[in-house]
DNA sequence: CAAGAACGAAAAATCGATTTATCGATTAGA
DNA sequence: TCTAATCGATAAATCGATTTTTCGTTCTTG
């Protein structure tokens, strides 16, 4: 009977002293690797550990420090490529330092995001990432703040008074995109987007106008953006396209956004790159393989989290001074879904007419 | 000076005590629901938690009970639209209760698998949900069963001596899609697939077989597996394409199957349905984007994931009695990737001339 | 050779809660 | 009126580690 609890119960730190006939304190500094401690003790300390399998418990070790070796993540969603790899990195990163990655999702949501943020804080982590729903001036920074926590803000921030922030350039990458639809001969480009108040979609769109209109001056530039959800944006597309606007390119500052648009371009029975050219922000495996390969910015994921938590637990060790803002570098990846206005007629002839092999 | 470090420092147990005037036994059995506590007492606690916004510190909480109110979940990628989906339920689910999910990700590999369950062990998690690399035979599961962890088996897995299952009905879905196919003529049908190990994998090959030679014995069933990783896969297709074979449909037993069979068509310039069908196992969001929109078989994570955590919390509780194994419904998408053989010219004519617009 | 430094290890305090044992006061019963 | 039962609350033990304090020994050193 008592057999079978102690063959159930998990060995203590004091069931390893006992077999050692040392001390619960000595062994905990053996595993420290403390040097004090004679090497006769020491070794008999480590063949009670490796007879009894013993493994410290992470949650009692963590009690007695202010700053838990646990590492939060917060991301707005896990759906998409972006953020799985993103927390596919971050795990990866933490865990070589001995920490735990607990990640969350916001679900887009900036009163969910500071309700796991509240929980967090409860968890007393060593640090959060943070990629906002919104901005870097959302409730969830500020109850950071408030509340002294450590943290880096990622993905949709650009720069921050408190924190470190690590971001793609966005602004760049668009200027790339800008002189790859201008020098094609592009000179009627509609850009679309979601919520504009996210300072990087914002970002994007200056870069683009900025370099733009710097190449053609006479270019004319239309912007479609909804605030909220995907629903507004697709209607306004389709009103925008039923007026009889016509663009000969669409650059799309979102994922999302990018869907939209070719399931409108679906509807209206337009190819690109013949009857309309399509760039979009973020890239996806399946771009590559559809027929027309989707052109994309491509974000740096593993420099933004490497980064993220380089900056992180520098923080966490005590480093003090102003915080960062660290911009990535993006590639913009030039696919079929780009060619040249007017190369193709607007009514007739299927993309099957281009030579296909790659 | 102490006044700063008061702030920094969260008020504990029993520092909303003394505010109380009441010992730190009272604050928990107040906080606990307990009955026992004199109304004014249990007022005068409230208020003093509500005055120091005193809140539970769930590590220390956890100290006492053998089983922790956390829940390890462990998936074999975040990247992908099902794990991604699957995390985000969980998540919720285990929240819902009072629980904290910890997820963490085995990149495919079975070692790194056992790796995070002992960590999750270290951590005397009360429950796991296990989405395998491969199946139910891993060294995962026995590690599990050793340890006498609870858990519940989901996706890549049928049965277990030992822990619930749930996983999404592979064997209908698949026979549903062999109906369908059949059902247009097709008489020359290509399987594609990975890791024809996984259980689930051979399920749904089994289920597409038996029903499509039951409705039509001399249909010819052609099948492409690669053990290990993609690219094996993507040379045998090459091979098999390039050596004459020309079915005249493809049914790939996973999303990135379907990805190098969309590949494998692009680079011959042939077209969905005309030149040939196509049916993917895993829904994904830009499937009804692309033209064609691919067929696909929808797995029901939701039900997948609310299944799986009433199961393991009903054992979680102490409930004892033979694992139950089971299988939830999917849902196949016939859409635009999938026509009658002959349809359309195998040379010549692009999808273009259907009408499109949805 | 005695006082002090250095060393190694054990004892005890600590982290922040929960739970059990204990204790005093009130009420019930004989 | 005295003992027993009940109620409510406190003190103390506990969870499993880490860290500080204390305490013998041994080694220096004047």
């Keep these: 009977m008592a057999q079978q609890e102690a063959r159930q119960r998990r060995p203590s730190i004091h069931d390893v002293a006992s077999h050692a006939g040392v001390s619960a304190a000595t062994v ?16 008999r300390v480590l063949n009670a550990v490796e007879r009894l399998a013993y493994r410290v418990d992470p949650l009692a070790s963590d009690m007695r420090r202010a700053k838990r070796r646990i590492i939060g993540a917060i991301m707005p969603e896990f759906e998409s490529e972006f953020f799985g790899q993103m927390v596919t990195e971050l795990e990866g990163l933490a865990e070589q330092r001995g920490y735990t990655l607990v990640a969350a ?8 995001e500071k309700e796991i943020l509240a929980r967090m804080h409860d968890w007393r982590v060593a640090g959060v990432v943070l990629a906002p729903v919104r901005n870097e ?3 969830a920074a500020a109850f950071m703040k408030a509340n002294g926590m450590t943290g880096v803000l990622i993905d949709r921030v650009l720069s921050d008074d408190a924190f470190d922030t690590v971001s793609a350039d966005s602004a760049a990458a668009s200027a790339e995109v800008a002189r790859m639809l201008v020098g094609k001969g592009h000179k009627h480009i509609l850009i679309i987007g979601l919520a ?7 970002a994007r769109l200056e870069g683009f106008r900025t370099q733009a209109l710097a190449l053609d001056p006479s270019i004319r530039i239309d912007v479609i953006t909804s605030e909220v959800s995907v629903e507004p944006l697709r209607s306004s597309l389709r009103d925008y396209f039923g007026r009889g606007e016509r663009p000969t390119a669409v ?14 371009f679906r509807r209206r029975g337009w190819h690109c790159p013949n009857d309309i050219s399509l760039v979009g922000f973020d890239d996806a495996e ?22 993220a938590m380089n900056l992180l637990f520098r923080r966490v060790e005590g480093a003090v001074g102003p915080p960062s803002a660290r911009l990535e570098p993006c590639q913009v990846l030039e696919r079929e879904s780009v060619g040249s206005p007017g190369n193709g007629p607007h009514s007739g002839g299927g993309d099957r007419q281009q030579p296909p092999l790659s």
Excluded at 28 to 35: E, P, Q, Y
Excluded at 105 to 112: G, I, N, T
Excluded at 251 to 264: F, H, I, W
């Design 286 to 307: 399946w771009m590559q393989v559809t027929w027309p390969a989707i052109a994309a910015v491509v974000q740096p994921v593993r420099q933004i989290a490497s980064e």
């Design 196 to 202: 504009e108040g996210a300072a990087t979609v914002r």
């Design 251 to 264: 650059y799309s500052l979102l994922l999302k956004g990018t869907l939209v648009a070719l399931s409108e």
């Design 28 to 43: 905990s500094k053996v595993l420290a690797g403390v040097t004090t401690v004679k090497p006769e003790n020491a070794q």
């Design 105 to 112: 999702s916001s679900r887009e949501s900036e009163a969910r």
């Design 137 to 139: 001036h959302g409730p």
